[in-house]
């Protein structure tokens, strides 16, 4: 009987890892996704249809501010510029 417990638990813990790892995963892949977007976009409106961007326009530094203000860490002017 001990052992049809201890296997119960271990089966279930077993699932609950499993689900864990997958949403890990498909968080992940989401977040990679928006940052890509995220740095498409900040492109996108620095060049404004240009090859190249003008500089002095601050777009990052103050869409730095507001998304900290907004989310919180992790949107420092050298990440969004890694995106």
């Known amino acids: 009987m001990a052992d049809e417990v201890s296997k119960i638990y271990s089966d279930i813990a077993e699932l609950l ?3 864990r790892a997958k949403a890990y995963h498909t968080v992940n892949s989401i977040m990679v996704e ?3 977007k995220i740095g498409q976009r900040i492109v996108e409106e620095e060049q404004g249809g240009s090859s190249r961007a003008e ?14 203000d907004t989310f919180g860490k992790g949107f420092s002017e050298a990440n ?4």
């Open 80 to 83: 969004l510029q890694n995106m």
């Open 17 to 19: 890892n499993i689900a």
């Open 34 to 36: 928006t940052y890509w």
């Open 55 to 68: 500089y002095g326009t601050k777009l990052i530094e103050n869409l730095s501010k507001y998304l900290t």
